[in-house]
């Protein structure tokens, strides 16, 4: 699947709830199918600046895909920050940092994007798309 | 000037309709506003009054000799004066108009740091201070080799006077005290009155950060006794980027100017300037006139209620909230103290203050989540952050229990 058709995706997903609770309570679930960052990752290096919450973020070369681990300790954040993953997790540098990201508009979350500071989502989006900027700049990886 | 004129009787619906945004949607729902301590909304008659400003009468104060100088100079100058009646200051030229507490606290550190710090000296806060009433300080303490001390926090959330006391009994090099009068986090209402006398029976110069208290408590600066108090207009139903700084006439003279410019002079010369006279000396530059005939004007309609009677409604509220609230398993209010304004901080267990937050506002429910400028006091509790609820005179009880059962809904959602 492509990134435009994983973005799609999850537009359908959040198309079929009418309400704030089902929407946000699909955003808890899908949370729970965040790749988990490990431990020893979970460092201050790692947390993603910006968020009221503390949200972690890894990545890791792999071949010349990103993968992508995170967690954190809201809820709805762990939900944010998985769906990003979900979008950008084992694409290229290149597609992640050609991708768009007003699918967030479109499911309805606009709000998390606000430069409020309190919001940590425009936090994560920049700061994956700097891992693809570093990564792309090294090269592939063996 | 009537102040003993017939205050209106308190009504929360006639109060109501005078805030415009009371009828706003949000998310479709109800606006429930609870965010009160980080700014208030404004009644019809500020609006009105800022915008008259702007429609009518628009011009620089205290430099033009034309007919509009005049008029917004008057309405500047009015606004002053019924500030200092309000608080009881001795004198108009005491009250001076800055853009908020925190640049009140900025210039009484910037200033009082000059007149008084050397190595050694100390600077004594306490454990609840907003972070405008400590990094102003740490930033006075580097620049002259003083000291910070802290007055430490009970586990209700009161100073734990007795330290307090030794603190300011024991020690030769405290100069400044500087502590809140009511805690923005907690809602604790601090014994200022009793710990400044402490102080000053020791020459020590005492300042209060009095912005949750101006639109909740009655201030009296001549019986508090402090040297400075600083406000800021927008927590009582004033627009943004107003405050005052209210100081005694004599420790004023003796402070140096904080900000240079136009306004606070009186002569300059390549070699030497003069500065203008109280309360100038500390206005720089053009002030945020609109402003402050917005916070005049918010004053004289606080005025027109009982306060007591404002004060006796937001306690119902508090009270209601508090006795509500502990129903919801795993929560636990943060700060428990006897004397508090309208300002309900609280944890629940398993569940993230912005999660929480989030699906509030989902439901209309305007809260504050996070640390509230106030780290220092989130360690000394041992958690990340509090969801803070904090009322104004419009709220009601039953806006209260929209708040509850959303919270409830919130952790049934989270858990």
């Known amino acids: 699947m492509t990134l435009a058709q994983t973005q799609q995706e999850l537009i359908d997903e959040f198309a079929m709830f009418t309400d704030w609770q089902d929407r946000y309570e699909h955003l808890i679930e899908l949370g729970k199918d965040l790749p988990l960052i490990a431990p020893e990752h979970k460092t201050d290096d790692n947390l993603v600046r910006g968020c009221q919450s503390r949200v972690w973020l890894h990545a890791t070369p792999q071949n010349d895909h990103i993968h992508f681990t995170a967690d954190s300790d809201a809820m709805i954040t762990k939900g944010i920050v998985a769906l990003l993953v979900r979008v950008f997790n084992d694409r290229t540098p290149q597609e ?13 979350l606009r709000a998390h994007l606000s430069p409020n ?11 994956m798309k700097r891992y693809a900027v570093a990564f792309s700049a090294q090269g592939p990886k063996a | 000037m009537t102040p003993a004129a017939v205050k209106s009787a308190f009504d929360v619906a006639e109060i109501r309709a005078q805030f415009p945004i009371l009828k706003e949607l949000v998310h479709g729902k109800p606006l429930v506003y609870f965010d009160n301590a980080a700014t208030s909304q404004k009644p019809r008659r500020v609006i009105k009054a800022e915008s008259a400003y702007y429609a009518t009468i628009n011009a620089n104060v205290h430099r033009g000799v034309h007919t509009l100088s005049t008029k917004a100079t008057e309405a500047q100058e009015a606004a002053r004066e019924t500030i200092r009646r309000h608080i009881n200051a001795k004198h108009a030229h005491e009250v001076i108009f800055t853009s908020g507490t925190t640049a009140s606290l900025n210039l009484a550190a910037f200033s009082l740091g000059q007149l008084l710090l050397k190595k050694d000296d100390e600077v004594l806060i306490s454990g609840m201070e907003h972070h405008a009433n400590i990094v102003p300080w740490q930033l006075a303490c580097e620049r002259y080799g003083a000291r910070l001390r802290v007055i430490p926090i009970t586990p209700s959330g009161e100073w734990d006077l007795s330290i307090a006391d030794s603190l300011i009994a024991d020690s030769a090099a405290c100069k400044i005290l500087a502590v809140s009068h009511v805690s923005n986090t907690l809602g604790t209402i601090n014994p200022v009155k009793e710990l400044i006398a402490e102080a000053r029976k020791r020459g020590i110069i005492t300042v209060v950060d009095g912005a949750q208290a101006i639109a909740h408590l009655n201030v009296d600066v ?3 006794g402090c040297d400075l108090y600083a406000f800021s207009g927008h927590k009582a139903y004033s627009p943004t980027g107003t405050g005052v700084l209210y100081g005694r006439e004599e420790l004023l003279e003796r402070m140096p100017p904080w900000q240079g410019g136009g306004e606070m002079i009186d002569m300059v010369t390549f070699e030497k300037t003069t500065y203008a006279k109280l309360p100038f000396k500390f206005e ?3 002030p945020h006139i609109a402003g402050i005939i917005g916070l005049g004007e918010a004053i004289r309609w606080m005025e027109d209620y009982d306060k007591q009677a404002m004060a006796a409604h937001e306690h119902k509220l508090l009270e209601h909230a508090t006795k509500e609230l502990l129903t919801i398993d795993g929560l636990r209010i943060i700060g428990t103290a006897k004397e508090k304004v309208g300002v ?3 944890v629940i267990d398993g569940v993230h203050h912005y999660d929480l937050g989030t699906l509030l506002d989902q439901q209309g429910i305007a809260v504050r989540t ?10 000394r509790f041992g958690v990340s952050g509090t969801t803070r609820a904090s009322f104004a005179c419009f709220n009601t009880v039953e806006e209260v229990e929209v708040m509850v059962a959303a919270t409830r809904k919130a952790v049934k959602m989270l858990r």
């Open chain 1, 96 to 108: 992640i940092l050609g991708a768009s990201t007003e699918f967030i508009d479109r499911i309805g």
């Open chain 1, 117 to 127: 500071r309190a919001n940590g989502l425009s936090a994560m989006i920049d700061q």
């Open chain 2, 222 to 224: 001549q019986d508090l």
């Open chain 2, 284 to 286: 720089a530059g053009t």
């Open chain 2, 344 to 346: 309900i901080s609280f």
């Open chain 2, 370 to 379: 996070g640390h509230h400028c106030t780290q220092p006091l989130m360690q």
